[in-house]
């Protein structure tokens, strides 16, 4: 069972700062990893699969690397709007398992 | 524009069994490996199962025991079924859809509905 970990928990930032949020996966997943952002009261919505593709509609402020077990999420400059919980989200090829990881809360400082 | 709307019952009892629909439009049930997540008040999510158009499925380890997907494709629908629900089960229920390759990810959701478990 792979097992994904989000650091930091919170990360306290003001907008125009840069964020950097982290997911670690306990076995190697390839490219098969996926960002997700969820505002209260709404669905998540996706922001990056495979590993670094940005979903459609998605601002070019959002970029993603990484594979194997080490990825990285980045807001070039933080809007208002971006102050949100962030979840990456794994899914085994067969059978289809899919694992979140536990979420980056990104707060106002 | 895809569409998906969960439907059901937004209050069961202990010991009884949860069940909810998920309505497609826009497109064909067959376009996405259909899936189930929930997410227990202040909590992260928790992806319950998948059921593909063909009806195989797969469900998390943890709630398979108690978990029935099932799809009807003439109303471009799939159903959770789970039973001997407890408190824990109090969650917010999302249906999702995964297109599979190159995206093998949910890129579409509905909005949620909110199923709480009380006597």
């Known amino acids: 069972e792979i097992v994904l970990t989000q650091s930091p928990a919170t990360l306290s930032l003001s907008p125009g700062e840069r964020a950097t949020l982290s997911c670690r996966a306990s076995q190697s997943v390839g490219s098969f990893l996926a960002w997700y952002q969820q505002k209260p009261g709404q669905s998540p919505k996706i922001l990056i699969y495979?590993?670094?593709n940005r979903a459609t509609g998605i601002p070019a402020r959002f970029s993603a690397s990484g594979s194997g077990t080490d990825f990285t999420l980045t807001i070039s400059s933080l809007e208002p709007e971006d102050f949100a919980v962030y979840y990456c989200?794994?899914?085994?090829?067969?059978?289809?398992?899919?694992?979140f990881g536990p979420g980056t809360k990104v707060d106002f400082k | 524009q895809v569409q998906l709307q969960e439907s059901g019952p937004g209050l069961v009892k202990p010991s009884e069994t949860l069940s909810l629909t998920c309505t497609i439009s826009g497109v064909s049930i067959s376009k996405y490996i259909c899936s189930w997540i929930r997410q227990s008040p202040g909590k992260g999510l928790e992806w319950i199962g998948y059921i593909y158009h063909t009806g195989s499925s797969s469900y998390n380890p943890s709630l398979k025991s108690r978990v029935t997907m099932s799809l009807d494709t003439s109303k471009n629908q799939f159903s959770l079924k789970m039973t001997s629900v407890s408190a824990a089960d109090t969650a917010v229920y999302y249906c999702?859809?995964?297109?599979?390759?190159?995206?093998?990810?949910?890129?579409?959701w509905g909005q949620g509905t909110m199923v709480t478990v009380s006597s």
């Open positions: 999702a859809g995964d297109p599979g390759a190159p995206v093998n990810a949910f890129d579409v």
């Open positions: 495979d590993a670094s």
């Open positions: 989200l794994h899914r085994t090829n067969w059978p289809p398992v899919s694992t």
